[in-house]
């Protein structure tokens, strides 16, 4: 502790050269924790450990097709299950295609039984009002705030899907653990079926809760097997595929994620490094003269390692405090078209990944040429005025 | 005040590789210094004084030949051991001063007493006695950038002592400085070696320096060349004469 | 993003500095020299630099590929024609009877073998990556005969086109690359049936290339379907598109919507919207990392490098003429680097990726395609890089006294 002040007296040598080498740094970490939290993010939704008892049940050709709304007589039957709900994307426009959010056409009795994890707090009341009245709909809380909606009012979605307008009173309301999980709407599926007499007796999906985790398997390959010669085939499987498979579906981004992070760190390594040699190589002098003064190789190296250190760790430090603050931006833009990100924020594992590459940068970075600076001999350096 | 010699050198030789190619610069080299010497170590550029210096202080490891410094054999002693032996025996003075720029005067005559296991307190007051003694309390706080080139000197000297080390060993340390500071500074080296009987080897280009010194070691390529004593009688009870060397203008 | 909007107003400065280059003593191979001599600090930030322009040009030849596939799928004299409010062929619906009303209209353009009008089917398949990382919604396309003959930018590589009638499909060929069993002669299994492989195709790398292309009447036959998706049209002109547009509305036994075939593509996409947003945002703050680590090494060459100035300035050089000697070097050493990205990005040249459409559901295939334009912006901003980066350094330089030469 004692050699404390040396170590940060050291840093303000050039005080130029620590702020550019701190902001380059922070920058490059900024950028490194975003892009890592939202593959995070994003994939956190195909490992949802919320969604173990769900199966998503569709069309086996594609998620656009639509299977006949029977099938879910038999799957109620299923000893396994403990609630079945139909499902369809409505996909409608609220105002503005801007304004873009999940809103769905379905079966409202079991959504509080089939969703149980994400609705977590709502009105009995209201929801009994939404089920009886097929005018109605309920949406997420964080959805009523976004648009200052209140339960009572009458809003208007505009059919892209179906060329329908849904005119809904907004019957009830839920609350969640995850602002993600409130931004959805769902109204009656009847609604539409009764509008398009060619949609009789059809729906998008199911959604089959399954009493136990342990069961989901064995319902899924039986669901499957049961329907598979069927006009309309199915194709199970649990809300994280199902989830997982949207994810693929916008393209290799993971891979483009990696290799950007990858890049941006060798680039950052080889920059930092090079500021430190440049700046040990100036001190060649100053610490030939520590040493005579009787300060041992090992000192005068875990010297140099702690200021290399406390630099690198200062840089990763403030990118990481700046990328908190674009966090915000990212939810702003990124989060209105895509809904993955509505609740964006770096990830406590981003940030530990981000903190461990900004220590291993600054021990790679400082060793060898402090190293070296270490072992040339005294006179060398005194000569080397 | 007789007794051990501070320094012995028996020997000693410090050859320099270029290559394939052996460069002597010091050839068996025998000399003995009494504690509380003030000797000057003269001789034109290649004639291995400076050399001789950093071997004494032990910077720098002989080819050859015996080393014994203020008690210890200098060659036994490992890479680490000789470091911790510096901070207990050797108080160095640069030619460019060598302070931390980032540290004040106080946190630079410090530095050698952070080696030590002295806490907060006990170095405080030896760093404000040196500071004392260079007569810079006034300038403790002041950065090497707000100091005059004597001044930073005098701060150097401060650092030198701070510790009590036995030996100082001085590099050209009034190369960089105008004939005023120089003599300050030269004053206060005899001062130390006066009154705090500090031997101090000095390594020099100028005569008046080596005026100071008591006693001149001349050095023409890597051998001994001549030495030469300073008869002044108003110091003359201080410095013991050097064992017989067979060279001796006498 | 273009490169070249920041350059607009630097531009006096850059005028001046190619001004002082030819006119102006110091000549640049000092500048080479020098960096030259401090090898290891030009060479990491040139290295650096090199990634940042790298990532850069991939980034933006990812959007341009994405942008292309949409924007040269249309014609100016071509429209699409849907369904009121539907945004999308998939969404859309056309009754028989309106295409009969469709191609008997005057201002439909003709040709030797008949209107230029194509119903068309538009339906949505899985299809398993080629890489076998799951499966992925592709378009498959049913149309009329003249469907073909209206998208000339679409070639017959190998094979022939589908026969009407029959379970024919062709393929684009550069969607072999990423989706399983599309050779020719192969079947593929959709609409409960089995649709034989019959010829390969070259869109162009345009909104084609993601597209596998039947017989419009096959395939409702297939999915029982009594209505199509939609209708293209190639009018007599271009100039009749408002009026038609009109007439498509107002006329009582259509009530339809035209969209300019050049419209509707251009409004899709904003599937590429994510990728060039995240491009964008990226290339942004790469930047600022890359001029300030720049900036840097710069400010220690001239620091290792002070007496050397003085020197100049009392041989007699002027201050400016040291400001733009080191703005140059910062110059070179940025552009170099930014060269070197260029060509580190042309590995990626070629490979093809894709993502989803959300608005039609399915896949679109796209390249990246590195070309010699896009490298040029790489090396354009090295070279901003290099002002921005050099500039303070090089004024700190420029301002170093005549005194500094005597001291050591």
């Keep these: 502790m004692r050699f404390l002040h040396l170590v940060l007296r050291s840093l303000l040598r050039s005080r130029r050269r620590t702020v550019l080498t701190v902001l380059s740094l922070a920058v490059s970490v900024m950028l490194v924790a975003i892009l890592q939290s939202v593959l995070f993010t994003l994939d956190s939704f195909a490992h949802n450990p919320n969604a173990s008892n769900r199966i998503a049940v569709r069309h086996k050709v594609s998620i656009t097709n639509l299977i006949p709304y029977r099938y879910i007589e038999w799957l109620r039957q299923q000893p396994e299950v403990d609630a079945v709900m139909g499902l369809q994307w409505f996909g409608g426009v609220y105002q503005d295609p801007k304004n873009f959010f999940p809103n769905f056409a379905a079966d409202p009795e079991p959504i509080t039984r089939v969703f149980k994890e994400e609705l977590v707090e709502y009105s009995e009341a209201q929801f009994k009002d939404f089920v009886r009245d097929r005018n109605s709909c309920i949406a997420g809380h964080a959805l009523m705030e976004k648009y200052g909606w209140k339960v009572g009012d009458v809003i208007t979605l505009k059919g892209t899907i179906f060329p329908m307008d849904a005119r809904l009173t907004i019957r009830g309301t839920w609350r969640s653990r995850r602002g993600t999980d409130e931004q959805a709407l769902y109204f009656h599926w009847k609604l539409v079926e009764e509008r398009f007499p060619s949609l009789k007796g059809k729906i998008g999906n199911f959604w089959v809760r399954a009493k136990n985790p342990d069961d989901v398997p064995r319902l899924i390959e039986r669901i499957d097997r049961h329907f598979a010669d069927a006009v309309e085939p199915t194709h199970s499987e649990t809300e994280n595929a199902f989830q997982l498979a949207f994810l693929k579906m916008m393209g290799d981004y993971a891979s483009m994620i990696h290799a950007i992070t990858a890049a941006v760190l060798v680039a950052i390594l080889i920059v930092t490094a090079n500021t430190m040699a440049m700046a040990i190589r100036e001190r060649a002098t100053e610490i030939a003269v520590f040493r005579a003064m009787g300060f041992t190789g090992t000192q005068v190296l875990g010297l140099l390692m702690v200021e290399g250190l406390l630099l690198t760790v200062a840089g990763g430090g403030t990118g990481l405090l700046l990328s908190f603050g674009m966090a915000g931006a990212v939810r702003q833009t990124a989060g209105t078209f895509l809904p993955y990100l509505a609740d964006f924020t770096i990830a406590p594992e981003t940030l530990l990944l981000c903190a461990h590459a900004t220590m291993v940068l600054g021990i790679l970075s400082t060793f060898i040429p402090a190293y070296r600076a270490v072992r040339r001999p005294i006179v060398e350096g005194l000569r080397a005025l | 005040m007789s007794g051990n010699p501070i320094i012995t050198c028996r020997s000693v030789a410090k050859s320099y590789w270029r290559g394939e190619l052996e460069i002597p610069v010091l050839q068996g080299l025998d000399l003995e210094i009494p504690r509380g010497g003030y000797y000057a170590l003269m001789g034109p550029s290649g004639s291995g004084k400076t050399t001789l210096l950093n071997l004494i202080a032990g910077i720098d490891r002989p080819s050859g030949g015996e080393l014994t410094v203020c008690g210890s054999d200098l060659a036994s002693l490992d890479d680490d051991e000789l470091a911790g032996w510096r901070a207990a025996h050797v108080g160095f003075i640069f030619q460019n001063y060598n302070l931390v720029p980032v540290l004040n005067a106080y946190e630079n005559v410090e530095l050698p007493l952070l080696l030590t296991d002295m806490g907060r307190r006990e170095r405080r007051a030896r760093v404000e006695e040196a500071l004392a003694l260079v007569s810079l309390t006034d300038r403790m706080f002041n950065y090497p950038r707000q100091l005059s080139g004597g001044q930073e000197q005098r701060v150097a000297i401060a650092r030198a002592i701070v510790s009590d080390p036995d030996l100082l060993v001085a590099d050209e340390p009034t190369g960089a400085l105008d004939a005023k500071n120089a003599e300050e500074v030269l004053a206060l080296m005899e001062r130390l070696n006066r009154e705090m009987g500090k031997t101090i080897l000095m390594v020099t280009h100028d005569p008046k320096a080596a005026h100071h010194a008591r006693i001149q070691i001349h050095l023409e390529k890597g051998v001994l060349d001549k030495t030469v004593e300073r008869h002044d009688p108003t110091h003359h009870d201080l410095a013991p004469l050097p064992p017989n060397d067979p060279r001796d203008g006498d | ?408």
Excluded at chain 3, 138 to 152: F, I, S
Excluded at chain 3, 323 to 345: K, N
Aim: glycine share 10%; net charge positive; with cysteine.
């Design chain 3, 1 to 408: 993003m273009k490169v070249g909007y920041f350059f607009i107003p630097l531009a006096p400065y850059l005028l001046w500095l190619v001004w002082a280059a030819l006119r102006f003593p110091l000549p640049l191979s000092y500048n080479l020299r020098s960096l030259w001599q401090r090898k290891v600090g030009s060479l990491t930030t040139g290295l650096a630099i090199a990634v940042v322009v790298a990532i850069f040009v991939v980034v933006l030849s990812l959007s341009q590929g994405i942008s292309k596939a949409f924007v040269s799928s249309g014609r100016a004299d071509q429209l699409l024609v849907l369904r009121p409010n539907a945004r999308t062929e998939l969404n859309s619906g056309v009754e028989r009877e309106r295409v009969r009303i469709l191609k008997t209209h005057p201002m439909v353009a003709q040709d030797d073998q008949g209107p230029l009008i194509s119903a068309e089917a538009f339906v949505v398949v899985m299809l398993d990556k080629a890489d076998g990382d799951g499966g992925t919604n592709v378009a498959v396309r049913g149309m009329e005969p003249a469907g073909v003959r209206m998208r000339p930018q679409v070639r017959m590589v190998e094979g022939r086109w589908f026969k009407p009638g029959l379970p024919e499909i062709v393929v684009p060929r550069r969607m072999q690359q990423r989706f399983a069993g599309l050779a020719l002669g192969r079947t593929l299994a959709f609409a409960g049936q089995d649709w034989t492989v019959v010829g390969l195709t070259d869109a162009g790398g345009s909104a084609f290339e993601s597209e596998i292309w039947a017989d419009a009447e096959e395939l409702m036959r297939a999915k029982k379907r009594s209505a199509f998706n939609s209708v293209i049209v190639r009018l007599q002109r271009e100039g009749q598109m408002a009026d038609f547009k009109a007439m498509l509305e107002e006329d009582r036994r259509l009530k339809l919507e035209g969209v300019a075939e050049v419209d509707y593509f251009a409004q899709q996409t904003e599937a590429g919207k994510p990728i060039q947003v995240l491009g964008n945002l990226i290339t942004v703050i790469l930047t600022l990392g890359a001029v300030f680590a720049a900036m840097n090494t710069m400010y220690a060459s001239v620091a290792g490098r002070t007496s050397e100035i003085g020197t100049l300035r009392a041989l007699g050089y002027r201050r400016r003429e040291i400001l733009a000697s080191f703005q140059w070097e910062a110059v070179l050493l940025c552009g170099s680097g930014g060269l070197l990205g260029a060509c580190l990005a042309l590995a990626f040249n070629g490979i093809q990726t894709g993502t989803t459409n959300f608005q039609t559901f399915s896949d679109v295939s796209f390249a990246f395609t590195i070309t010699p334009g896009l490298m040029l912006q790489g090396v354009a901003f090295s070279v901003l890089m290099g002002l921005l980066g050099g500039f303070l350094p090089a004024w700190r330089a420029s301002r170093i006294p005549v005194t500094e030469a005597m001291k050591g």
